[in-house]
């Protein structure tokens, strides 16, 4: 929001305060600058003394001015638009100016077809003071030539204001919080529910209020008006922050809701049918809104209408077919209150914003309505004349003030760590319009201003001291005793771990949105075999974020997609951060996962690897198994389809074994459409799981002291046997001389011709030692015959 020094300055005299210091004075108060727009030193008003035709160009002259110097200053110019004596913006040599797209460039004296120019004078739009570029501004004629136009034309500051601060969304809203906090006196006072008239309670042949949306609804009939252009003083504030003069009448609203915060709309009565009728939409319909779109409305909207249908979208915008021209004479003049969560959703939705719904959506003072009102009258009979049938019409009622809040000063030291006297504190809430009574003690009763939505416990009170005393005043100290890890400490350990490790392993951290949208969940393998569902949003931003994510491979794989475009195609990704499912009894939870991603080929190419082999599922695993030092990580094969080659990431065998999460390749037709030609392997883990499988103590064992001995064999065994099987079988034999085995070699052939094609041949190295003596040749044999017997006994194999 754009506010001007100028205009704060009707309320609040800052003194010899600088642009500077009341930037810091404004950050102090909790309202962020994000820009200041000032003049330069050196740009200055000029009275034009005359005019002459360039000698060498048609569409310039050559003028002579008054700069406020002993001596004319001769300026060439291309506007058309003045006439001798105007007062013009006049840029001297040495002047920076700021150009639309924001580059600057130095005004310099030089020659314009062969005739000297000693400066440049300027429109409003080359001194973003409004967006008429078409000629010179001209300035008010009482300006004495010389005069420094930063004099005239002050500061404006570009503010950011927080969503729970709609009171600050007005010049005197800014006002009242730079005169509490730097202690100085607000000059005028607003006009609030308090005005002196009598407002009528209106009938059903003037106002018929239906819509639960807007509880509060006012309006004003005004006869006779002249419209026509703004007086200067208006059209400069109104410049001054960027808005377009219009006519007098809109002008006049759009001047009360930046200098109060509270919208009002003018309708013209010749347009108006019968009583104004403040309704919901009906479903499906049309509304032709000022800025020219047609919108499609819903019952959930709120609508000001007439007996021809919707004339302004409540909150939102007005109507075309009724706003106010040249050709009015009789209006009726709307200011209402509406449910500040109905107007977001009428605005989001039909993706129409503006100033009005931007201060109704967060909420605005229900109390200063009839007082908006009351001064926009007033303005409306001194600038366009008319006279009002009646006091204002009222309907509904306005919605309650906010609730006393309890404050124990005792409090405010204690939570604010310093000794703050209860006067101190009285005058802090004062400043900021609060009012207190039921005074016992240290104890008192206060009463919220009715602008101060935000303020509903004792703590919100003491912020309020805190910000106002200055946290740069509260003394440093230490009161936070030595405490033990705690299991949320332990968490954010373990992660950083496995960041730190996968890092070093080569892989990319990633950080992605917690909103997908319903197309991504196919791409989801964290919720596949554990019967959870994901949680849609009951009111989404848009339909690419209306599910909460259930797990982090979609993101992973928009973000390699985005890699792979931009020529990175050998890539190793991981992301760690909170998932999202419900239970099949609607329970939502939440869980803490890793996930990871590897595509492109195993190693960089190079001169001697022209063409590296693509990664497949065991790089994928020799990662994992480098995240569980000491583990015997196994991948058990599953059904699953979202992934090919799925398997279940498991440690330990049997019983004991600890389900991590899933692997598996992205299915190449949707790898595709993310432009990933080559496999794309992926893996999810539940962090907490894998935390409690490989943390703890790391035994270590001591090297051999006695050689070992070696037995290969090789079997034929079923195609559909899973080499889990024949591993969980080494692994249970109770064998005290078998101390490891390997797989090492896999042979099938789909065709039939050298090997049954039902049929895959498996050949394994087992190792067998002794712990304590060097084992014989018989021991050995012995041990082995055994171990096959068994082999035979309770797999389907057949020993080569």
């Given at each position: ?41 050196n ?13 060498d ?5 050559v ?10 200053r001769?300026i ?22 700021t ?11 030089g ?22 570029s ?22 404006v ?14 010049h005197?809203?800014v ?10 006196e ?17 009938e ?8 639960e ?9 005004i ?11 208006l059209k400069?504030?109104l410049?001054?922050i ?50 020219g779109?047609?919108?499609?409305l819903?019952?959930?909207d ?7 249908g919707a ?18 004479t009789?209006i ?24 009005s719904?931007?201060r ?27 006279k ?6 009222v ?9 006393p809040?309890?404050?124990?000063t ?7 760590g ?33 602008y ?12 309020e ?8 005043n ?9 405490t ?6 332990q ?15 080569g ?11 319903e ?8 919720t ?16 690419e974020?209306?599910?909460?994510r ?15 475009r ?25 869980h ?11 190693a ?6 022209g ?13 994992i ?18 992934l ?7 440690i330990g065998?049997?019983?004991?074994a ?21 496999p794309v392997?992926v ?21 051999p ?16 046997l ?28 789909p ?6 094609s039902d049929?895959k ?6 190792l ?23 082999l ?5 194999v057949?020993?080569?």
């Amino acid at each position: 929001m754009k506010v001007s020094l100028k205009w704060l300055s009707d309320h609040v005299d800052f003194g010899d305060l600088s642009i500077d210091e009341l930037s810091d004075l404004l950050t102090f108060t909790g309202i962020e600058v994000e820009g200041i727009h000032s003049l330069p030193a050196n740009l200055i008003v000029a009275e034009v003394l005359s005019s002459e035709k360039h000698p060498d160009a048609d569409k310039l002259s050559v003028c002579t001015v008054n700069d406020g110097s002993d001596a004319p200053r001769q300026i060439v110019c291309g506007a058309k638009n003045y006439k001798v004596g105007d007062q013009v913006p006049l840029a001297l040599p040495g002047c920076t100016l700021t150009s639309k797209d924001g580059k600057t460039f130095e005004i310099k004296s030089g020659k314009l077809r062969g005739v000297e120019s000693h400066g440049m004078m300027c429109s409003a739009a080359e001194l973003h003071l409004s967006e008429d570029s078409d000629g010179l501004m001209i300035l008010p004629a009482d300006l004495e030539p010389g005069t420094v136009l930063s004099d005239v034309y002050p500061a404006v500051f570009d503010l950011e204001i927080t969503p729970n601060r709609p009171d600050c969304l007005s010049h005197l809203g800014v006002a009242r919080e730079l005169a509490a906090v730097g202690s100085r006196e607000l000059k005028t006072q607003p006009h609030f529910g308090g005005v002196k008239e009598t407002p009528k309670t209106a009938e059903d042949s003037e106002i018929v209020l239906s819509s639960e949306n807007c509880p509060y609804y006012t309006g004003r009939w005004i006869r006779g008006v002249k419209v026509g252009e703004s007086p200067e003083w208006l059209k400069e504030k109104l410049n001054a922050i960027g808005l377009r003069p219009i006519n007098n009448i809109v002008d006049i609203t759009n001047f009360v809701l930046m200098e109060m915060g509270q919208p009002l709309h003018a309708f013209d009565l010749a347009k108006v049918k019968g009583a104004i009728q403040v309704r919901d939409a009906k479903e499906g319909e049309e509304f032709l809104a000022l800025d020219g779109e047609t919108c499609a409305l819903k019952s959930t909207d709120v609508v000001i209408a007439d007996d021809n249908g919707a004339i302004a979208l409540g909150g939102v915008m007005g109507g075309e077919d009724s706003g106010v021209t040249e050709e009015t004479t009789d209006i009726l003049l709307e200011s209402a209150w509406f449910v500040p969560s109905a107007v977001r959703r009428t605005a989001r939705r039909l993706d129409l914003h503006s100033d009005s719904s931007y201060r109704f959506e967060r909420g605005v003072d229900p109390h200063q309505v009839i007082g908006a009102s009351k001064l926009a009258e007033e303005l409306i009979f001194q600038l366009a004349g008319g006279k009002a049938d009646s006091d204002i019409v009222v309907a509904g009622k306005a919605p309650a003030s906010p609730m006393p809040v309890d404050l124990d000063t005792d409090n405010v030291r204690k939570l604010m760590g310093c000794d703050v006297g209860d006067e101190h504190i009285t005058e802090i809430l004062t400043a900021l319009g609060l009012d207190s009574f039921g005074k016992d003690g240290t104890y008192a009763m206060w009463r919220i201003p009715t602008y101060r939505l935000d303020l509903t416990r004792e703590v919100d009170l003491i912020e309020e001291v805190a910000r106002v005393y200055g946290l740069d005043n509260v003394p440093a100290s230490n009161f936070a005793p030595y405490t033990p890890a705690s299991k949320a400490d332990q968490s954010y350990d373990f992660s950083r771990k496995i960041q730190i490790r996968l890092s070093g392993l080569g892989f990319y951290e990633t950080r992605n949105l917690k909103l997908i949208g319903e197309a991504e969940l196919a791409d989801d393998c964290a919720t596949t075999h554990r019967g959870m569902s994901p949680i849609r949003l009951k009111n989404p931003l848009n339909d690419e974020q209306d599910y909460l994510r259930p797990g982090l491979v979609p993101g992973l794989l928009a973000c390699a997609g985005r890699n792979v475009r931009f020529g990175n195609a050998d890539l190793r990704l991981f992301e760690t951060g909170r998932v999202f499912t419900a239970t099949p009894k609607g329970d939502e939870i939440e869980h803490e996962h890793l996930a990871l991603l590897m595509t492109g080929g195993r190693a960089s190419r190079s001169w001697h690897d022209g063409k590296p082999d693509p990664v497949d599922l065991f790089d994928l695993r020799g990662v994992i198994e480098s995240l569980c030092p000491g583990k015997d990580v196994k991948f058990k094969a599953i059904e699953d389809n979202r992934l090919l080659c799925a398997a279940s990431i498991e440690i330990g065998s049997g019983k004991k074994a600890a389900k991590l999460g899933l692997a598996g390749f992205v299915p190449p037709g949707r790898a595709r459409e993310f432009d990933l030609e080559k496999p794309v392997a992926v893996a999810e883990f539940n962090m907490k799981k894998l935390a409690a499988a490989i943390t703890g103590d790391v035994k270590f064992a001591e090297l051999p002291k006695f050689p070992g001995s070696s037995r290969d064999i090789a079997m034929l065994v079923p195609a559909d046997l899973a080499n889990t099987e024949v591993e969980a079988f080494f692994e249970n034999r109770n064998e005290p001389l078998l101390v490891d085995f390997e797989l090492f070699d896999v042979f099938q052939d789909p065709s039939g011709k050298k090997l049954a094609s039902d049929k895959k041949s498996l050949a394994y190295s087992l190792l067998y030692r002794s712990p304590d003596r060097t084992l014989e040749a018989a021991e050995v044999e012995t041990a082995h015959g055994k171990l096959l017997d068994s082999l035979k006994t309770e797999l389907p194999v057949e020993f080569r």
